[in-house]
């Protein structure tokens, strides 16, 4: 019963090219994030959707481009992958965030690696 | 705009003994969320712990307790009893509710690296 799911789990690609990492969730919640944890371990937000609204977009290069299909997947496409771009990438997903904060639930994160 | 901040790259602690992880916290949000995470050299991210800023007892999780000090701003986890499958990863993160402007994003602290010996 695998709450948070992401597909692939690596991924090794040349600079240039484009990919595309896939998330799903079977928790029910509406509000869906995807995260980049560098080198260094440092983990920010890039994108979060609500009820497949995009609600926030932290300063993400517009080569990462989030689709939300609907409220269970959030998938997140490449273009013109950078050295730059290797990190684990995790989605998580919670219920929708309010004056009452939700626990997040990660999934197991995707292992980008661009040569 | 919100920041956590993780004094301790590294802790050891002796199995069996209790060991704080330190976080420290800085928002103007007065709704705010506070939360510890575990990451295992395997790499997954495993919540452990919430508590809310209007919480007025310290959260507990088993052998988690969050020391939470308001006025302090810190929300140290306590590990108690320690074991040799804690050490891993520790992170706190806060989550701040500005109206909907922050909607829920964890906003991270650097990490703890915690090594538990035998």
């Known amino acids: 019963d695998t709450a948070v799911s992401q597909t692939p789990k690596y991924l090794v690609t040349q600079m240039g090219n484009d990919k595309s990492i896939k998330c799903e969730q079977n928790l029910g919640h509406d509000t869906m994030y995807w995260y980049k944890q560098d080198s260094k371990k440092f983990l920010k937000i890039m994108f979060s959707?609500?009820?497949?609204?995009?609600?926030i977009n932290e300063t993400v290069p517009n080569r990462f481009s989030p689709k939300s299909p609907d409220k269970a997947h959030l998938n997140l496409h490449i273009n013109s992958l950078e050295l730059g771009d290797s990190a684990v990438y995790f989605c998580?997903?919670?219920?929708?965030?309010?004056?009452?904060?939700?626990?997040?639930?990660f999934g197991p994160g995707t292992r980008l690696t661009v040569t | 705009a919100q920041k956590i901040t993780q004094t301790q790259p590294g802790m050891f602690v002796q199995e069996k003994e209790a060991v704080t992880l330190d976080c420290t916290y800085d928002t103007s949000d007065p709704s705010y969320g506070l939360f510890w995470y575990k990451q295992p050299s395997s790499g997954e991210m495993i919540f452990l712990i919430y508590q809310g800023s209007y919480d007025q007892q310290n959260a507990t999780e088993g052998r988690y307790s969050l020391n939470f000090q308001k006025a302090r701003k810190s929300a140290n986890l306590v590990i108690s009893a320690s074991q040799l499958g804690d050490s891993a990863m520790y992170f706190c993160a806060m989550s701040a509710y500005a109206g909907g402007t922050s909607y829920g994003k964890l906003t991270f602290g650097q990490g703890t690296i915690l090594t538990v010996h035998p």
């Open positions: 959707y609500n009820n497949k609204e995009l609600i």
């Open positions: 998580a997903s919670s219920q929708a965030p309010g004056p009452y904060s939700h626990e997040q639930y």
